[in-house]
């Protein structure tokens, strides 16, 4: 049963029906205090938070921009619940980017159950252990690339467009990272081909490129690709970018 960090100031007859729709969804509603310390203590517990703070509540800002920002470095989601001119305040705080969802009071306990419940399915997904295609010609950076991104990721790397295509017809990757330069068959060639065909034209494509001047980038750019990394991102911030793509695909922000 998954974990939902509820956190509001008292038991009112709101927070009780929150609670109760949230367990008839089937979640495990873990409810704890207002309280700054507490929650940095309880974060890891749980991937979804819904914070209804108290009307008097002083603590409300600090509360909510570390909520925000905890939520947005982790790929968790942060649910605020409150009156309007309450939401329109915290929402304007300046850490305050991605809340996955917000409710005016008198809340809709049956829409906030489903949105929970299909955030919950998002989380599953997006935590779910991916399958990344890495094609590229140059053999000692596939072999770079395949060593970063292993722990991560179930990571396949084919050294030419052809041999992609080949194996796209029998599996489907959640992501192909695609050498925008290579012989025979380029990656603005190899892109076509997938987007051409009904069997494989969801998959997401990303360019690599080693070339990152103003006027090669508009070219890549133009294709449409999902996105562009440069060859010489380091791990950390390839990683990173791969995480942030997933997460924003799945969670409905891109």
């Known amino acids: 049963m998954e974990k939902v960090i509820y956190i509001a100031k008292q038991q009112y007859l709101m927070d009780r029906a929150v609670e109760d729709h949230l367990r008839e969804a089937g979640f495990d509603v873990m409810k704890i205090a207002e309280d700054l310390e507490e929650v940095n203590r309880r974060r890891h517990e749980a991937e979804i938070f819904i914070y209804n703070p108290?009307?008097?509540?002083?603590e409300a800002k600090n509360l909510v921009s570390y909520l925000a920002t905890f939520c947005r470095d982790s790929r968790k989601s942060l649910c605020l619940l409150g009156d309007k001119d309450s939401l329109e305040e915290l929402k304007s705080l300046p850490e305050v980017m991605d809340i996955a969802r917000t409710y005016t009071t008198p809340v809709d306990m049956k829409k906030l159950a489903?949105?929970?419940?299909?955030?919950?399915?998002r989380q599953q997904e997006y935590r779910r252990r991916k399958k990344v295609l890495i094609v590229d010609d140059d053999e000692d950076f596939l072999a770079i690339m395949t060593r970063w991104l292993k722990?991560?990721?179930?990571?396949?790397?084919l050294q030419s467009g052809q041999d992609a295509l080949d194996h796209l017809a029998t599996e489907q990757p959640d992501l192909v990272l695609l050498d925008y330069e290579m012989p025979e068959m380029d990656g603005y060639e190899v892109m076509e081909h997938i987007q051409k065909n009904s069997a494989t034209f969801r998959i997401p494509i990303i360019f690599l490129t080693g070339i990152n001047d103003r006027e090669s980038?508009?070219?890549?750019?133009?294709?449409?690709p999902d996105g562009y990394i440069l060859k010489s991102t380091k791990k950390a911030e390839l990683l990173?970018?791969?995480?942030k793509f997933f997460y924003e695909r799945?969670?409905?922000k891109s």
């Open 114 to 121: 489903a949105d929970v419940l299909d955030l919950s399915k």
């Open 240 to 243: 990173d970018t791969l995480a």
């Open 250 to 252: 799945i969670m409905g």
């Open 54 to 58: 108290a009307e008097d509540s002083g």
């Open 217 to 224: 980038v508009m070219r890549i750019i133009k294709q449409r």
């Open 151 to 157: 722990n991560a990721y179930d990571v396949k790397g």
